[in-house]
């Protein structure tokens, strides 16, 4: 066990809707990181949060957002779904800010099926 | 850019085979370089990591010495066993760079008994 929980575990809905993830970093981890890991692009890093401010960003649609709560929990919100955003979505955390030397502690991730 | 190149799989072992995954990165900075680990229905975990040319990172059996010369991370076990089957993947983060960390495609790992 990380220590990183997401929920939820599984999720199905059609295309065009709009779904949230959710993901609870360790105790005493700032840093929380979304990652889509799918079967033709592996794991694609998305974007990166730190201590509610957004850190760096990667291969984010414009259709996808996160953003990062005072108790440093964070979402990801995905809308306007294609069947193409089908994927395992992970979350990631970590102590620091900038995560050259830091581990990073995976959640179990979210599989979501788009219909 | 940054990129990590891994080999393909699946690797099919026997148990106690030696094993090796291959691993080579480009990066414009000075890079971490990390092996995670992804058991069936998991999360990744971190296996190990070398934060320096020469370092020698190692865990429960498995090691990657990182290699500056031939910009390689491999990694390697002497003896592999039933529950080492995994996908395995090859990660690096730049500190000269942006930090955004880059994995490689994964690399499935089959063993035997």
Redesign the interface.
């Known amino acids: 066990d990380?220590g990183?929980t997401q929920t939820p575990k599984h999720l199905i809905t059609a295309t065009g809707q709009r779904v949230t993830l959710r993901c609870s970093p360790r105790s005493g981890d700032l840093s929380v990181?979304w990652y889509q890991q799918s079967l033709d692009q592996?794991?694609q890093?998305l974007i990166?949060y730190y201590n509610g401010e957004e850190r760096?960003k990667?291969n984010i649609l414009e259709r996808f957002s996160a953003q990062q709560f005072p108790d440093l929990h964070s979402e990801l919100n995905l809308s306007s779904l294609e069947l193409g955003d089908s994927a395992l979505y992970?979350c990631?955390s970590s102590v620091a800010r900038?995560?050259?030397?830091?581990?990073?502690?995976?959640?179990?991730?979210t599989r979501l099926t788009v219909l | 850019g940054d990129s990590v190149t891994q080999m393909e799989g699946p690797v099919t072992l026997s148990e106690e085979a030696f094993l090796t995954i291959n691993c080579t990165y480009t990066a414009t900075g000075y890079?971490?370089l990390?092996w995670?680990v992804q058991y069936p229905?998991?999360?990744?975990?971190?296996l190990l990591?070398a934060?320096k040319a020469d370092d020698k990172g190692s865990n429960k059996g498995f090691e990657a010495t990182y290699r500056k010369e031939t910009t390689s991370f491999h990694l390697e076990k002497g003896s592999v066993q039933v529950s080492d089957s995994a996908v395995y993947?090859c990660a690096l983060?730049?500190?000269g760079g942006?930090?955004?960390?880059?994995?490689?495609?994964?690399t499935s790992l089959i063993v035997h008994p």
């Open positions: 990380s990183v990181y592996g794991l890093f990166q760096a990667g992970f990631a900038q995560g050259s030397t830091d581990t990073q502690y995976f959640g179990p991730g | 890079p971490s990390f995670y229905g998991e999360g990744l975990q971190l990591k934060t993947f983060s730049d500190r942006s930090y955004i960390p880059t994995f490689g495609r994964g």
